[in-house]
Nanobody, 124 residues
Framework: QVQLVESGGGLVQAGGSLRLSCAASGGTFSSYTTGWFRQAPGKERQFVAAISGSGSRKLYSDSAKGRFTISRDNARNTVYLQMNSLKPEDTAVYYC?????????????????WGQGTQVTVSS
């Protein structure tokens, strides 16, 4: 059983930055892929970024490339999402998820555990 708790969301102006954190407990943190997804009102959940258990491999959505950076600190059982140059269209609830079985994936159905989410609102 893995528990995930996100933090760091908030209200920011367009062009600003936020860093999201995801604290994990349970399981062997360094052994599983962790990803970030987001869901805006009325839209489907969307992949943002994922990082392998060791942190050596990363995967980004096209919308995240060049603006967002995913990282992890296995000593702290925490994954981060640094978001720069934020746009109003980045407004969504951001979820952290853990994939215990498959390789680096951007498919939400591959993920086994999910956090409760943290709201990010970008004003224009």
């Amino acid at each position: 059983q893995v528990q995930l708790v996100e933090s760091g969301g908030g209200l920011v102006q367009a062009g600003g930055s936020l860093r999201l954190s995801c604290a994990a407990s349970g399981g062997t943190f360094s052994s599983y892929t962790t990803g970030w997804f987001r869901q805006a009102p009325g839209k489907e959940r969307q992949f943002v970024a994922a990082i392998s258990g060791s942190g050596s491999r990363k995967l980004y959505s096209d919308s995240a490339k060049g603006r967002f950076t995913i990282s992890r600190d296995n000593a702290r059982n925490t994954v981060y999402l640094q978001m720069n140059s934020l746009k109003p269209e980045d407004t969504a609830v951001y979820y952290c998820a853990a994939d215990l079985t498959s390789d680096l994936s951007g498919v939400s159905a591959q993920y086994d555990y999910w956090g409760q989410g943290t709201q990010v609102t970008v004003s224009s």
